[in-house]
């Protein structure tokens, strides 16, 4: 990494009440994660690449972030890694070098699913501690909608 560059990890969890493997494929499609992540406005797939183990899903995703009194639109690329068993990965590159990997777990528990994301996120060192913030934010609510969504 640059000296430009800070680098932290997060790590958010939900419950949800719905079992692992309905859970999993919900969060693996973006199109209903923009139903619940803050941010998001839109997403789009732009491929899929099948692996000998599960796939590759590519997206061009459209965020609002809020930035003070001003809601800057931001568009970047998105990509999730979803094996057949196991945790799902995630990738999303955005300007101007935000990075943000995730290692999502799906554990069964008596009520229903814990999930589990494993947050990495890089940013310009200016930018590193609203980004982080706004992500951990986004995350977590993000995770509750999931069950709100399911307990409905």
């Given at each position: ?5 800070g ?18 494929a ?5 199109d ?6 803050p ?14 183990d599960?796939?590759?899903?590519d ?13 800057l ?19 999303a ?35 590193l501690?609203?980004?982080?913030g ?19």
């Amino acid at each position: 990494m640059s000296i430009w560059i800070g680098r932290a990890r997060r790590s958010v969890s939900g419950e949800v009440p719905a079992p692992p493997e309905q859970v999993r494929a919900f969060y693996v499609d973006l199109d209903n994660i923009s139903r619940v992540h803050p941010l998001v406005q839109w997403v789009r797939s732009t491929g899929r690449v099948d692996l000998g183990d599960g796939y590759r899903q590519d997206y061009q995703v459209g965020d609002r972030i809020p930035l003070g009194p001003l809601t800057l639109p931001i568009t970047y690329r998105a990509s999730l890694i979803v094996p057949t068993t196991g945790a799902v990965t995630a990738q999303a590159r955005q300007f101007p070098r935000v990075r943000l990997d995730s290692r999502v777990d799906f554990a069964a528990g008596e009520t229903g699913t814990r999930i589990t994301e494993e947050l990495t996120i890089a940013a310009p060192r200016p930018l590193l501690a609203v980004t982080v913030g706004q992500a951990v934010t986004a995350h977590t609510t993000m995770l509750a909608g999931i069950a709100k969504l399911f307990a409905a």
